[in-house]
Structure formats: C-alpha cells, structure tokens
C-alpha cells in the first residue's frame, strides 16, 4: 500500500517563494507519473502539475506556468514542487498524487493514492 506525504507548505508573502516536497512509501514510484493538485476553501480541487514517470515530461496549469517547476527523485521516492512569484490566489491546500499515467486533460479521477495535503497560504 503507498502511502504519499506533502511537506514544505506554510505561510509567504506575495512574490516569494516555497517548496513542497512530497514522499512516498510502501512502494516505488518509479514507474508512476506524479501530479499535484490544490483545493482553496470553498473551491473544487484543481490541477496544478503533472511529471511523467522519467521526469522527461511536465505539464502545468495555465495559472502556473513559468512559475511554478515539478521535478522528481525517484532513487529518494519523492516529487517536488518548486513555487516561485506566490500570488494570494495560490493560497489552498496542495496534494500529490500518483497515477499510472498521464492523460490529457488532466483529470482527478485518473490520480489513484493521495496524501494528506499541505497547506499553503500567501499574503499580499
């Protein structure tokens, strides 16, 4: 059974920047494309980022791009989520998944394990 775990979350002011890690056990990720997604108070959860199983591939939600960067560390069993230029919009709680691939549109449902989350928040 995987179990995923997000860190690196907390509280930033507008234009910086966080960076959240999350770890894997139970099982080896090597072989899964990882995304994370967020979820703000009130709001659906949404994607943020997807990275193919070699880390070769990203994808990105329109709102990130050119600021946000998904790596992955497959030796250490973890993903990460570099946040740069934070906006208040950015402000939810973020989760990694794994999935066995990546689909255009990104899509949830296609994500099978979850972590806890964590939280991020940006003031202006």
């Known amino acids: 059974q995987v179990h995923l775990v997000e860190s690196g979350g907390g509280l930033v002011q507008a234009g910086g920047s966080l960076r959240l890690s999350c770890a894997a056990s139970?099982?080896?990720?090597?072989?899964?494309?990882m995304g994370w997604f967020r979820q703000a108070p009130g709001k659906e959860r949404e994607f943020v980022a997807a990275i193919s199983w070699s880390g070769y591939s990203a994808y990105y939600a329109d709102s990130v791009k050119g600021r946000f960067t998904m790596s992955r560390d497959n030796a250490k069993n973890t993903v990460f989520l570099q946040m740069n230029n934070l906006k208040p919009e950015d402000t939810a709680v973020y989760y990694c998944?794994?999935?066995?691939?990546?689909?255009?549109?990104?899509?949830?449902?296609?994500?099978?394990?979850w972590g806890q989350g964590t939280q991020v928040t940006v003031s202006s």
């Open positions: 139970g099982r080896s990720i090597s072989s899964y494309a």
């Open positions: 998944a794994d999935s066995p691939r990546i689909k255009l549109p990104i899509s949830a449902s296609e994500y099978r394990h």
